[in-house]
C-alpha cells in the first residue's frame, strides 16, 4: 500500500505577537525624553500596540483634532502621561482581529475618550489596539467620516443638549446661549439646538464667522468680549439654558445672566480653569450648573447621544462646519486649534 502523507497539524489560534507577521502602519507619536517632548508622524511596527487582554484591534479609518489634541501634539498642558504614545482621542474604523465576543472583523466601530489619546494610544493612527468596553458600534445612518466630523466636540456637545433637555428646558422657555460657538463643540450645539426649534445665541471671538454661524442656525451672533471680562454677580434674566465651552469669566456672566430655573452646561475651560462667580443666581435664581464630563462617561449615556446625534443632527450643516486633513496636517492643527484658528471641525484621514 502506498504511504500515507500525513501533513502536520494547523493551529487556527492567532499565533503569540511575538512570531505573528507584524505590520508597520503611521502614527502621530508623542514622545518625551532627555531630548524634550515632540509630536511627529513616522512609521511604527504593529508591536508597539499596547497590549490589552480580551482587546479589539481596529483599522483606523478617520480621526479628528479636537481642543486637548492640540494640547496633547503642542505640549501645552500634560495631558499625555504616558511615552511613548500614539495621540488622538478619538477614532472611527473597522475592526480587524477581536478577542471578545461583541465585536467580529469587519464590524465597524467608534471610540472616544477613556484616557485614549492620555495614557493609552490612540487615534490619531492607522491602527489601534483597545479595550473592547471602550468600543461602540458605528451607529446607523452614519459613515466613519461623519462620525469623526462629530468626534468628542459633537458627543459633548450632544451631552450638553441632554443635561439641559433633562432639567427642562425646551424651545418655549426662552433662548440658548452658545459660547465657544466657533469651536467643536459650540458649532456642533448650534447645529442642534437650531434643528430642535431653539432661538440659539452664539458668542465668539471671531465675529468675522457670524454669517458661518448664522448658516448653522444661529438667531443672533455676540462678540465674546460681552462675556468675557469681569462682570456683575447678577445680570439681566435672559437664558433658559447654556452650553460653555469657555470657562472662566465667561462662565461666571453665563450664570449670572440665566433665567429662573435654568441651566448651564459646562464642558470646557479654553479661557481658563478658574470660576470667578457669585453664588447669588444659584440662591436667588435657583439655577442649575451641570459639569459634563465626555472622558468616563457610562456607556449607556454614550449610546444615547450617539443615537441622538444620528437622528437628530443635520448632515449637511456637519458637513458644512467640517475640513479634511492628513496625519501630517494634524500636527499644524494642534496649535491652530488652541489659537482658535480651527473653524468648526477637523477630520484626520489617517491614510492619506
Known amino acids: 500500500m502506498p504511504s500515507i502523507l500525513r501533513l502536520p497539524r494547523v493551529s487556527h489560534c492567532r499565533p503569540p505577537r511575538s512570531t505573528a507577521m507584524r505590520f508597520m502602519f503611521k502614527a502621530l507619536v508623542i514622545e518625551k525624553d532627555d531630548a524634550g517632548y515632540r509630536a511627529t508622524v513616522k512609521p511604527v511596527d504593529e508591536s508597539a500596540l499596547p497590549l490589552v487582554e480580551g482587546g479589539v484591534s481596529v483599522d483606523i ?25 500614539h495621540a488622538g482621542i478619538d477614532f472611527a474604523g473597522t475592526v480587524s482581529q477581536s478577542d471578545d465576543p461583541r465585536f467580529r472583523p469587519g464590524d465597524a466601530v467608534l471610540l472616544n475618550g477613556f484616557g485614549v489619546g492620555e495614557t493609552h494610544s490612540g487615534g490619531l493612527a492607522q491602527k489601534a489596539r483597545v479595550k473592547a468596553d471602550w468600543l461602540l458600534p458605528l451607529p446607523a445612518g452614519l459613515s466613519p467620516r461623519q462620525a469623526m466630523a462629530i468626534g468628542t466636540a459633537g458627543y459633548t456637545a450632544m451631552l450638553c443638549v441632554l443635561a439641559l433637555e433633562k432639567h427642562g428646558v425646551t424651545p418655549a422657555s426662552g433662548e440658548v446661549l452658545v459660547t465657544g460657538a466657533s469651536g467643536g463643540v459650540g458649532s456642533v450645539a448650534i447645529a442642534l439646538l437650531s434643528r430642535l426649534g431653539f432661538r440659539v445665541v452664539a458668542s465668539t471671538g471671531r465675529m468675522a464667522e457670524a454669517e458661518f454661524l448664522k448658516g448653522l442656525g444661529a438667531a443672533e451672533v455676540m462678540a465674546r468680549e460681552e462675556l468675557s471680562a469681569p462682570g456683575k454677580p447678577l445680570a439681566k434674566e435672559r437664558w433658559a439654558g447654556v452650553v460653555d465651552s469657555v470657562g472662566s469669566h465667561t462662565l461666571a456672566n453665563a450664570c449670572a445672566g440665566v433665567r429662573y430655573g435654568g441651566a448651564v ?84 484621514d489617517v491614510n492619506r
Open 265 to 348: 452646561a459646562a464642558c470646557g475651560l479654553a479661557q481658563g480653569m478658574d470660576f470667578p462667580g457669585s453664588v447669588a443666581p444659584f440662591i436667588l435664581r435657583g439655577i442649575t450648573l451641570f459639569g459634563i464630563d465626555s472622558v468616563m462617561a457610562p456607556m449607556a449615556r454614550r449610546s444615547e447621544a450617539w443615537a441622538r446625534l444620528a437622528r437628530d443632527l443635520d448632515l449637511a450643516k456637519l458637513d458644512a462646519l467640517t475640513t479634511e486633513t492628513s496625519l501630517e496636517g494634524a500636527l499644524a492643527a494642534g496649535a491652530d486649534i488652541l489659537t482658535g484658528r480651527v473653524r468648526g471641525r477637523l477630520v484626520v
Open 61 to 85: 479609518a478617520f480621526s479628528t483634532v479636537n481642543y486637548k489634541d492640540g494640547l496633547a501634539i503642542t505640549g501645552k498642558s500634560p495631558v499625555v502621561r504616558k511615552f511613548p504614545l
